[in-house]
């Protein structure tokens, strides 16, 4: 039976039907197909047809393969051919619409009684197509009824596929009188292939005798069911926005420590395992969620490569403006870069082919398909009623894989675990369900998202509770201001929904070198608290505030001055003094070469407890605020996959396609061709065409586009001069413009 070619069926369409090919398939539009000839070869390439096979469900699969069983890459077949191949298990409505959505994309042509697929199908799709071997039509018939259950057990085994087996016996093959092994009878019988010395096949036609009324063996035609919980969407979102707070808390404490302490980069890039666990430990994190937290935080561009001589993973400026944003912004951008990461944080801890460990930050964790895959997981949740939580990852992996099973690799399971887990530590998702906010993230963007997390977040609270043993608690998240007053007086002491500070000498003294007064903090205790303020606090903070500040230092060097001479005969008379090179220069000063930071934490480290002063003699802050280098740019993501033009793009892609239809089936008469931009060429095609437009004749013009990319249109030429020929394309079916440069040749139309 002889099909109607490819070409030929897609010149049959419609504009609608092209467009929603050229919609499923963005990569064909790429650059524009010249005509339907050029559309038909691209459509029909290997590189093609598998991407085109990547959106398809494990039935529609299913149903391009069994057409590749029936050799539809050959010839066409017929519809009831293919039905009949699924037997009676699979209706005919699920079957029609697998069809129609192979049409759709083009892996399928022809009326129902003529289908036909690309040749390329069938190394695209499977290498053996359901399972089944090579055809050898002569084993159609053949006798099964006088085989061995030894011979019928091997036959079993091969025909659930795949098709092929590793097996000493095939190493030579005998007469059936002298076969002793069930591979040896079956070499013998001709119902197996021998591939080579170690390989067997067996015949397509034997596999299906073997599999009886089930041709295809076990088809699964709908989607697996997906076991969820309806919670309400208020709960998800509270849930989520408390870890929103927690992701920003450990974000924060990762940045200000690496400001302190940055890690080296290894030699290999990537961050020690050594570093890594210290990040754990410090931020009280298993180390699955600091390798995360490490992961996103580089990609927001608040941490990077310092790339000197001895690098190191040091903050960026960009972090400084990120820490004083508001927590909704600060939880979008580490979403967003989450959202964009073109790598796989799961994998770190395992080892790849090498038995090589694979750490955070490492090259070897680079994956340009993540952001798909991950949006793709998303998605999915997405496409649930808000609130509906996903009870086991696992179902949800499998629905997935029965939705494009040709998607993820051999890591496609463990991406659903791996993005279910990050998502919900970075609050995308909550309790296995999406959060409003995640899914605003998906669909809208970081800025849109941001806001929706606000309804989200606890509303901030403006008082904590003080504790007869010094602690205190936030019983939510603190107005921005009070949690920076309480955090310089009082150290985290445990986190969650209500924080736990305690407040200690050293606290205490940190915030009276940052410049506060006695007053100050009795005052801040005494607004912001909901308890009474126990009488240790009071006595804490009156006997730090008379030790502080009683030694002076400045930079002279440095200086210490003191009202008490008694108190600078003691600094002098300790050990370190020799150490910090002290000297007196008058009865209440004391001078040093060395930097007031360097003499005020040696003095603090021999038990004084000496302040820094001003020259209009206030306290001042002499923290270090942490290592810095300049933000870098974001790095531009790859596309992995080809962007699809928007709908007025489509339609005019089709239009171009068309018309260059018209434009091959014209005949071309006299000839003028532009030899390389120069000799009489331009002169000799201006000439024609100011002829064609006299004469009211048409010319078939060979052009390229700003794009580079050549085309053939057939051209009633109105005016021509000033560098621009006007006419009425034919092929298009409107007045154009077309640059006299950009035309190679012209002919005109035989009558």
């Known amino acids: 039976m002889s099909g109607t070619t490819l070409a030929d069926w897609l010149r049959a369409q419609d504009d609608t039907v092209l467009v929603a090919l050229l919609r499923a398939r963005p990569d064909l539009a790429t650059p524009v197909p010249a ?50 191949l699924f037997g009676k298990e699979v209706k005919a409505k699920p079957l029609k619409q697998a069809v129609a959505a192979l049409r759709a994309r083009a892996l399928l042509w022809g009326p129902d009684d003529a289908l036909s697929t690309p040749p390329a199908s069938r190394d695209a799709v499977a290498a053996f197509p359901g399972g089944l071997g090579r055809s050898v039509p002569e084993l159609a018939d053949a006798d099964l009824s006088d085989l061995g259950e030894d011979e019928r057990r091997v036959l079993r085994t091969l025909a659930d596929g795949p098709p092929i087996g590793q097996t000493k016996d095939a190493a030579l093959v005998v007469p059936l009188a002298q076969a002793r092994t069930p591979i040896q009878k079956l070499l013998a019988r001709g119902l197996l292939l021998r591939r080579d010395g170690k390989t067997v096949e067996l015949p397509r036609e034997v596999g299906l005798l073997v599999r009886g009324d089930r041709p295809l063996g076990s088809v699964q035609v709908t989607e697996p069911s997906l076991r969820t919980i309806a919670l309400d969407a208020s709960v998800v979102d509270e849930t989520g926005g408390g870890e929103a707070l927690e992701l920003l808390r450990h974000t924060e404490s990762l940045v200000n420590a690496w400001s302190e302490d940055p890690p080296s980069v290894l030699r290999t890039g990537g961050l020690g395992v050594r570093d890594m666990r210290r990040v754990a430990k410090d931020l009280e994190v298993d180390e699955t969620r600091a390798s995360l937290l490490i992961e996103v935080a580089v990609s927001a561009g608040l941490i990077a490569d310092s790339e000197g001589t001895e690098p190191e993973w040091v903050p960026t400026a960009l972090a400084d403006s990120w820490l004083t944003a508001t927590p909704e912004v600060r939880w979008s951008t580490l979403a967003q870069a989450w959202l964009e990461l073109p790598r796989l944080p799961g994998l770190i801890g395992q080892r790849d082919e090498k038995e090589r460990l694979l750490n955070p930050l490492s090259a070897e964790l680079n994956r340009p398909a993540a952001p798909r895959d991950r949006r793709r997981i998303l998605e999915a949740l997405a496409g649930l009623a808000p609130g509906t939580t996903v009870a086991d990852a696992g179902e949800l992996a499998t629905v997935l894989a029965w939705r494009a099973p040709r998607r993820g690799g051999r890591l496609r399971d463990d991406l659903v675990r791996w993005t279910m887990a990050e998502g919900t530590a970075l609050a995308v998702l909550s309790r296995g369900a999406i959060t409003s906010a995640g899914r605003v993230l998906l669909t809208e963007g970081p800025a849109l998202a941001s806001k929706q997390l606000t309804d989200s977040l606890p509303a901030p609270v403006d008082h904590f509770l003080v504790q007869a043993d010094l602690t205190v608690i936030a019983p939510g998240r603190l107005e921005p201001e009070l949690a920076d007053d309480l955090a310089l007086v009082a150290d985290v002491e445990s986190a969650g929904g209500a924080t736990v500070y305690r407040v200690g ?44 500040g009683r030694l002076r230092g400045g930079a002279a060097g440095s200086f210490l001055r003191c009202d008490d001479p008694v108190l600078l005969t003691e600094v002098l008379a300790h050990p370190a003094a020799d150490a910090l090179e002290l000297r007196k220069i008058a009865p209440t000063v004391l001078v040093s070469p060395l930097a007031l ?63 260059g239809d018209r ?89």
């Open 35 to 84: 005509d339907t000839a050029v559309l038909a070869a691209r459509i029909a390439t290997r590189a093609s047809v598998s991407r085109a096979c990547e959106d398809l469900d494990t039935f529609t699969l299913t149903v391009l393969e069994a057409l590749l069983v029936l050799d539809a890459d050959l010839r066409p077949v017929p519809l009831p051919s293919l039905a009949k």
């Open 505 to 548: 000498d050293n606290s205490v003294r940190r915030a009276f070198d940052a410049g506060k007064t006695a007053s100050d903090l009795h005052e801040l205790f005494r607004k912001g608290s909901r308890t009474p303020i126990p009488q240790s606090l009071t006595y804490l903070i009156d006997d730090a505030a008379r030790k502080h």
């Open 597 to 659: 930071s360097d003499v005020l934490d040696g003095l603090r480290a021999a038990g004084f407890a000496p302040a820094a002063e001003g020259p209009d003699g206030r306290v001042l802050d002499l923290r270090v605020s942490g290592r810095r280098i300049p933000g870098k740019a974001r790095t531009a993501r790859r596309a992995v996959h080809v962007p699809t033009p928007s709908e007025d793009q489509l339609v005019e892609l089709v239009r171009l396609v068309k018309a």
């Open 663 to 751: 434009a091959r089936s014209t005949q071309r008469g006299e000839r003028v061709t532009v030899p390389a931009n120069h000799g009489n060429g331009p002169s000799a095609t201006l000439d024609l065409l100011q002829r064609a437009a006299r004469d009211g004749r048409s010319v078939l013009v060979d052009l390229v586009d700003s794009h580079g990319t050549a085309a053939t249109r057939v051209i009633k030429p109105q005016v021509v001069g000033g560098g621009v020929l006007e006419g009425y394309d034919l092929s298009y079916g409107e007045v154009r413009r077309f640059p006299l440069h950009r035309i190679t040749s012209a002919a005109l139309v035989e009558d």
